[in-house]
C-alpha cells in the first residue's frame, strides 16, 4: 500500500471545528455541517430556485434529522417534536418531553442504548406503538407538572394509571391512584374558583333583587285591592263570631261561649259578646244560623290603622277569690281579605299568652234594615 501525504479533506461553512479529523466527504461530525448540501443550495439557485428544502424534507429534518452516524439529532435546537402514537400525531415541544426522566425523555434525548428502542414513520417522526387515547393527559401533566381535572370514571383512571406506567411517569401514577393525598392545586384554580364564586353571588344578588322587586309589586297590587278599616268599617247592625273560637280557652275559669263582636256606630269602640248559635236546615238543604242567647262582656278602645286592634279587659268579671289567677287581658286585631263575592272578608284574631284564635269571621244579623 503506497504511503503518501494524508488527504486533507474541506472543511464544511459554518463549521467552527479546525480538526480535520472530524471532517469526511464534506461533512463535520459534531455539528452536522454538510458542505454537500451547502453546494446543492448554491447550484440549486443558480438554476432559479429557492434554495431551501421542500416542506416535507424541512418537517422530517426538524422531527429527526442525521447527525452523520444514521443517528437521530438532539431536537433542543428547534424545540418543536412529533410523536406518532398509535398513528395520531401530536406535537409539542423537547422541554416538555424532558421535565421529568421517564421513557418519553429517554426517546428524544437519544441517550445511550436506545438506538432499538425508538421507532420512526415514514415522515421521520417518533413512533409509539400505544393507545392514543389517554395520551393527552400525559402531555397535560408534563407541560403544568399538575392536572387540572382527574377523570371521576374509575375506567378511565385505571387507563391512564396504566399508560403513566408504562412511560415510567411515577409522580402522574402516584396522582391517579391517590389524588387526595397527591394532587397540588392548580395555581389558577383557586382565582378561578373566586372568580366563579364571585360572579355566582353577583348572579344570586341580581335574583334575590329581582324577587323583591316582584314581592314589592305584587303587595303593593295587593294592598291596593284589599280595603282596610280606613275605608271600609264593619256593618253594626249585628254581631260578628268566630264559629270555632270559644271564651273559655282563654280564660279558663269563664264558661263563655262563642267569640262574638259588635262594631259601634260612628264610633271607635267595640263590644264583645259571648253567643250561644244554632243552625236550622231549611227547606233547600242549607243551614241557617239563628242566634240562641248572648252575653255582653266588656267595650273596649278600638285602634284603627290599615287593621283594627284593641285590648280585651275582663277584669271587671274576675272573681278575686277564684283558685284560678290569671292575666284578664286578651288582644284582638281584625283586618279585610279579598272575596269572591261582592263584599270583602272581614277576619279576626283573639290571643292571650300562648292561646290563640284566628280564622274569618261570620255575620248573624240581630237588627233589622
Request: glycine share 6%.
Amino acid at each position: 500500500m503506497r504511503r503518501g501525504r494524508p488527504i486533507k479533506y474541506p472543511r464544511p461553512p459554518n463549521c467552527p471545528h479546525i480538526d480535520r479529523k472530524e471532517h469526511a466527504n464534506g461533512v463535520c461530525y459534531q455539528c452536522s455541517s454538510n458542505i454537500n448540501n451547502q453546494r446543492k443550495r448554491e447550484k440549486k439557485l443558480e438554476e432559479g430556485g429557492t434554495g431551501e428544502p421542500s416542506p416535507a424534507k424541512r418537517r422530517r429534518k426538524t422531527s429527526i434529522s442525521s447527525d452523520g452516524m444514521g443517528m437521530p439529532s438532539h431536537p433542543g435546537l428547534s424545540g418543536y417534536v412529533e410523536l406518532n402514537v398509535g398513528g395520531k400525531i401530536f406535537a409539542t415541544t423537547f422541554a416538555t418531553l424532558t421535565r421529568e426522566i421517564s421513557l418519553l425523555s429517554l426517546y428524544v434525548s437519544g441517550g445511550a442504548g436506545t438506538e432499538n428502542l425508538v421507532a420512526y414513520d415514514k415522515e421521520g417522526r417518533i413512533f409509539i406503538d400505544r393507545d392514543p387515547t389517554h395520551f393527552r393527559w400525559l402531555l397535560n401533566y408534563l407541560r403544568d407538572g399538575y392536572l387540572v381535572t382527574i377523570p371521576s370514571q374509575l375506567q378511565h383512571r385505571l387507563e391512564i394509571l396504566h399508560e403513566a406506567r408504562y412511560y415510567r411517569l411515577d409522580n402522574l401514577a402516584s396522582i391517579i391512584a391517590a389524588p387526595s393525598q397527591y394532587q397540588q392545586p392548580h395555581p389558577y384554580v383557586t382565582q378561578l374558583a373566586a372568580q366563579v364564586l364571585a360572579a355566582n353571588a353577583a348572579v344570586q344578588m341580581q335574583q334575590a333583587q329581582a324577587q323583591a322587586q316582584v314581592q314589592a309589586q305584587s303587595r303593593v297590587q295587593v294592598d291596593q285591592e284589599k280595603p282596610s278599616f280606613l275605608t271600609v268599617r264593619p256593618s253594626t247592625r249585628g254581631l260578628f263570631y268566630l264559629c270555632d273560637g270559644k271564651w273559655s280557652s282563654l280564660f279558663p275559669d269563664k264558661n263563655w261561649n262563642t267569640i262574638a263582636v259588635n262594631f259601634e256606630d260612628a264610633s271607635d269602640e267595640v263590644s264583645f259578646w259571648s253567643i250561644l248559635v244554632n243552625f236550622h236546615p231549611t227547606q233547600d238543604g242549607q243551614l241557617v244560623p239563628s242566634l240562641s242567647s248572648r252575653q255582653e262582656l266588656c267595650r273596649c278602645k278600638l285602634d284603627v290603622g290599615m287593621t283594627a286592634k284593641t285590648m280585651i279587659d275582663i277584669s271587671h268579671l274576675m272573681d278575686p277569690n277564684s283558685e284560678m289567677q290569671y292575666s284578664p287581658l286578651a288582644e284582638g286585631e281584625f283586618w279585610w281579605e279579598p272575596s269572591q263575592s261582592q263584599y270583602p272578608q272581614l277576619y279576626g284574631r283573639f290571643w292571650r299568652d300562648d292561646v290563640m284564635h284566628l280564622g274569618p269571621l261570620d255575620f248573624l244579623r240581630t237588627e233589622p234594615e
